[in-house]
């Protein structure tokens, strides 16, 4: 109802950094984060006279858009690096060191992990320490909220492999 | 999960993640940059990324074309030798720096002047061929493609020039003290440096940035107030578009100590309110400072919904004036017609005859590493039509005499 919803401005401050977090640990870099959450909340501005709080919660609605605009840009991405490599015939780049070296400041280290996860797992771990509840979970990854779970705590376990393995 | 160590390292990962997410978040001013963003693309979202791109420019928009669209045409011209090549302006000494000054720009005027001669001054350059404007245009006028093609000129208004000599003011280049210390008056505090920016200052409410002179397209040193989100809407009953941003720039000591006049751009959110700058040129009146496109600039305020959300203004620098032997009225007018077409015996398509019946005399700024100069220039117009648009034609010819510019 449009009573219900509140100021865009209070969602905005109280989700912009939520969203950040999220599409930080999909992407696993600032500047790709920065640029997919300023779509996010461009997109979600203009379809904000469209939310109805009776469908869904400001969290879930923010998140859906968030994680769809997360998608479009590793299908630009992906369509990027092919045609690059297609052109320059070379494989992908290796890592700066120096951006590495940075990088092993341990949350920063910790979500390069996670963003290094399979694709539905690191959904489940970047949902759910969002915030997201896994009814709310389940719902943006299209499975139950005992699914979830169990998707949540399998990337859990993977993750601790994949940290123990290189020392995070 | 039946190992009890195994358990304990779960949840320690769980709550390592916890804090992880808790702390990864955007670079400070991030969040101010995007509401700013968002607020400015309200009325035209296909225009986002260019309100970011365009960050310092100021963000300038077109509205939409309806269909009895009234287009403008700028040609702009470059004015290097065309005087000169007229053959006018030879008989004037040479450094006619004649009258010297010195005056701030946060005094009204230059009037108070000083002996001073700035010897030669650059020449202006102005944008030369066709470009789209609008902020000049009748309220129900909308901007189009500019007219792409070349224009017969000719001459149908009266421009009876009483003067022969205009100031021409120069001044500093702004260092980074200056910019501390404008920012210290506001009450701002440095945070970075950079970016082609002198500083980048955070108040309360607001973050603010301070740039100097840009080279091309030429534009004035310049402070962007960028409001955050706890920057409150100014509250006056009653109040216009104008009073709101009056009482802002009062609540920080920000009124442009210079002449101006108002116009008010209310075609889209956020409504923006321009104090347009005005120099005096003693013997005539008013000028306009105009940019390379002819469009006229000063100081904006940016209002959405009654809440500052962007403020742009020259940033106050001590200047000194020169008066300078310009050109005559006939001159400036053969210079400026110099710059139809060449006629063509069988033109593919028809040439459009434009009739200049407008000229005024306005300021351009005109960067010169670390001295850079408002100098006088004339401003000829009129208006024609073309492919069922009217569009409005623009030429700006610099007003120094030849004799006393650089080449």
């Not at chain 1, 600032?30 to 904000?48: C, L, R």
Request: neutral net charge; charged residues 20%.
């Amino acid at each position: 109802m449009l009573a219900d919803r509140p100021p865009f401005e209070d969602m905005y401050r109280e989700y912009l950094g939520r969203i950040y977090a999220y599409v930080r640990a999909q992407v696993g870099g600032s500047a790709d984060a920065e640029d997919i959450t300023a779509q996010v909340f461009m997109n979600a501005y203009q379809a904000y006279a469209r939310f109805e709080t009776r469908n869904t919660t400001p969290a879930a609605w923010l998140f859906r858009i968030a994680r769809n605009a997360t998608l479009d840009h590793f299908r630009a991405q992906g369509r990027r690096d092919r045609l690059r490599r297609t052109i320059e015939r070379q494989p992908l780049a290796e890592e700066d060191p120096a951006h590495q070296a940075e990088e092993r400041i341990q949350y920063r280290a910790l979500m390069t992990k996670v963003a290094q996860l399979p694709e539905r797992q690191r959904e489940a771990i970047s949902l759910r320490h969002s915030g997201l509840s896994f009814d709310e979970v389940g719902g943006l990854l299209g499975c139950s909220e005992d699914a979830a779970k169990m998707l949540y705590h399998r990337a859990l376990k993977a993750l601790r492999e994949v940290a123990q393995k290189e020392g995070v | 999960m039946s190992d009890p160590d195994e358990e304990l390292e779960l949840q320690a990962l769980q709550r390592q993640l916890d804090d992880a997410f808790e702390t990864t978040r955007p670079r400070t001013g991030f969040e101010d940059e995007l509401w700013l963003r968002m607020q400015s693309s309200r009325a035209a979202p296909s225009r986002l990324r260019d309100a970011l791109s365009g960050f310092f420019q100021v963000i300038r928009e077109v509205p939409a074309v309806p269909a009895a669209a009234v287009a403008a045409l700028l040609v702009v011209v470059i004015g290097v030798g065309v005087v000169a090549l007229s053959g006018v302006g030879r008989s004037g000494p040479t450094g006619g720096a004649s009258t010297a000054g010195s005056a701030n720009l946060s005094a009204p005027d230059a009037g108070q002047l000083y002996a001073g001669n700035f010897g030669r001054v650059p020449t202006p350059v102005f944008n030369n061929g066709a470009k789209s404007s609008s902020s000049t245009q009748p309220a129900t006028a909308q901007a189009a493609a500019g007219y792409p093609g070349p224009v017969q000129l000719t001459w149908t208004g009266k421009f009876d020039l009483t003067i022969s000599t205009a100031l021409v003011f120069r001044y500093k280049e702004p260092s980074t003290n200056d910019a501390d210390q404008f920012a210290s008056a506001l009450g701002a505090v440095l945070r970075t440096r950079g970016d082609g920016f002198l500083g980048s200052y955070q108040a309360s409410d607001y973050t603010l940035k301070v740039r100097g002179t840009v080279q091309t397209p030429p534009s004035s040193p310049a402070y962007f107030i960028f409001s955050s989100l706890s920057m409150p809407p100014v509250e006056a009953a009653g109040a216009t578009q104008q009073d709101l941003a009056d009482i802002f720039l009062a609540q920080h000591s920000l009124q442009p100590q210079w002449s101006y006049t108002v116009a008010i751009d209310s075609s889209s959110d956020p409504v923006k309110v321009r104090y347009q700058r005005q120099f005096q040129a003693p013997g005539y009146g008013a000028a306009y400072l105009v940019d390379v496109n002819g469009e006229r600039y000063g100081l904006e305020v940016d209002l959405s919904a009654n809440r500052p959300v962007l403020a742009s203004g020259p940033l106050p620098v001590s200047i000194d004036a020169a008066d300078y032997k310009i050109v005559s009225s006939n001159d400036a007018i053969r210079a400026a017609l110099a710059f139809s077409s060449p006629a063509q015996s069988a033109p593919a398509t028809p040439i459009p005859s434009v009739q200049l019946n407008q000229a005024e005399l306005v300021y351009v700024l005109v960067p010169a590493g670390n001295h850079s100069f408002y100098e006088p220039a004339f401003m000829f117009s009129g208006k024609f039509q073309a492919n069922n648009q009217t569009y409005v034609q623009r030429i700006l010819v610099p007003a120094v005499d030849p004799s006393q510019r650089a080449p």
